[in-house]
């Protein structure tokens, strides 16, 4: 006899079939979106009809099984599968794919989501945005830009806006030093004229002779051998300009001394009351030093009261310095150029000279120009050099910034450095001084030698330090790092992505919109950078595709489409059965 619990048997395969269409369908519709999560349903038997439960086995019988009847299926639930899908080079910046296990994490109106989709972009400031606007979270960076793994927060890469300057802390030199050329044993020599404190010329004047005091004269001979004023004194007292003065072949630019013991009022660079005041702001002005060998100096002479001007040792060091380029104003009457130098000596020695560029924190170019003298070749092997470096730059008296010595072996490799460092005074805002550290070998770029050359060659090869610069690309590493590329050439973290993990991903919840919430058996997210703790790696410019295998949904959509037209059957067979019991009662 037929039973309507077979009718209700085949309406349960109905349902339930027609619900798996509906998840293939999701499935198939869902084939070109982003990151997407293919899901399947499966099924489970409903409660069965019990006729028996089944005997024990006795002494007579082996017992039975129970006889039970089944009251047709139900949807046992759903997976996601959270395999990962393929990646697609997009090559845009702004595209993330995730290869491997984690989640992206968003906040979007206050809710905290996790996402696979990283088809991002930039908003109006600057923040990095999911498609649908939520914030991408992960960790900023200090002032040093160095990444702070700590509090999530929203990623903002500034791009036009960001700018950023980098002050130089080392410069590497390489070369070859001629250590076969001459040794240095005297720079160039000018010798100014007599000055005395008389207009017969007997008296010489000395360093303490003082200028501003009123009717404190200095005479000098004159080409003819006659006395001229040099300078007159006064309180102010006269003001010396000197310019023109170069040094293998660079002006040493225009610079001011005045006579004055007011140096508040004064608008000279430098004031003194002494002769040997100016002779001292003089020697600090044209670079000349004597430490390390190099001999140069201002000195004056006894028997004539005239300067004598030694530059540095080392042709590359010699100073074309004319009378010219001294002139006198504020001193009443008298010559305009208060000395008459002519060269008494020629600068001797193997040297090379060479300039480079450094900058300070603010970005500021700054020429430095170093320069290697050879001090002495020894009899048993090995030559030494002395360095010098000078700059304009320095806001502070003096040319000189730094130098030192360098001891070569018998054959021609770097033994020995005494001295390696720049130090720079800027009054300018920046940090100061600017302190540098000069390598002169042992990189990777090479090294100073000192063979026998026909030619000394000198370069600074590498360094760090930029000016200004402003952001204009960036893009994402494999461990999550955001790196900025500046115009400049600089590259800087400006953040990093970070990822969620869940220890049962089946648990999340779909929001829809790509995005997943904590649910009740996912467990709470475990938060970090890619890489760690099993997150998987990011792969910039590049999307995660979907996971969904249409031949699979083909086939699955077939088993549903086979289940429910059988269940159909049943439902149909049930009904003719019911006709034909109806039948016989007529």
Known sequence: MPSTTSLYTGLSALSVNSQRLDSIGNNIANVN?????????????????????????????GGTNPSQVGLGVGVGGTQKNFSSGAISVTGRATDVAIEGDGFFIVDLAGERLYSRSGAFELNENNELVSING??????????????????????????????????????????????????????????????YSDVLLGTPIDETFDLTVPGNTIYMAD???????????????????????????QDLGTHTFQFTANAASSSADATGSTMGDFMNWLETTLGLTSEDGLGGGIAMDPATGGLVVTSNEGTAQALDLESSDFTVSNNGTGATQPFMFSDTAEATGESVRTSFVVYDSLGAPLTIDMTMVLQSTDPNGGSTWAWVSETDDNDTLGRIVGSGTLNFDSEGRLDFVDGNALSIVRDNGADSPLDITIEFGGDEQGELSAFASSVSSLAAVSQDGSALGTLANWSVAEDGTILGAFTNGLTRELGAIALARFSNNGGLVDQGGGYFGVGPNSGEPLVGRPLDFGNGRLLGGSLELSNVDLSQEFID???????????SRVITTTDELMEQLLLIGR
Do not use: C, H, W
Not at 46 to 57: D, E, H, I, N, S
Not at 173 to 181: K, R, T, Y
Not at 230 to 245: F, R
């Open 557 to 567: 959509m077939i088993l549903a489409q086979t289940g429910y037209s059988a269940a």
């Open 134 to 195: 939520g914030r991408i979270q992960g960790f900023g960076v200090d002032e040093n830009f160095q990444v702070q793994a700590g509090e999530l927060a929203p990623l903002t890469i500034p791009v036009g806006t960001l700018t950023l300057a980098e002050a130089t802390n080392q410069v590497e030199f390489n070369g070859n030093l001629d250590a076969d050329g001459d040794v240095a044993t005297t720079g160039a020599v000018a010798t100014s004229a007599g000055l």
């Open 33 to 61: 979106t982003t990151a997407f999560k293919s899901s399947r349903m499966l099924f489970s038997s409903q409660f069965a009809r019990t006729l028996g439960v089944g005997t024990a086995p006795g002494a007579f019988t």
């Open 223 to 249: 080409p003819n051998g006659t006395a001229a004023i040099a300078l007159e004194g006064g309180e102010p007292g006269p003001i010396i300009t000197i310019g023109g003065i170069e040094k293998a072949g």
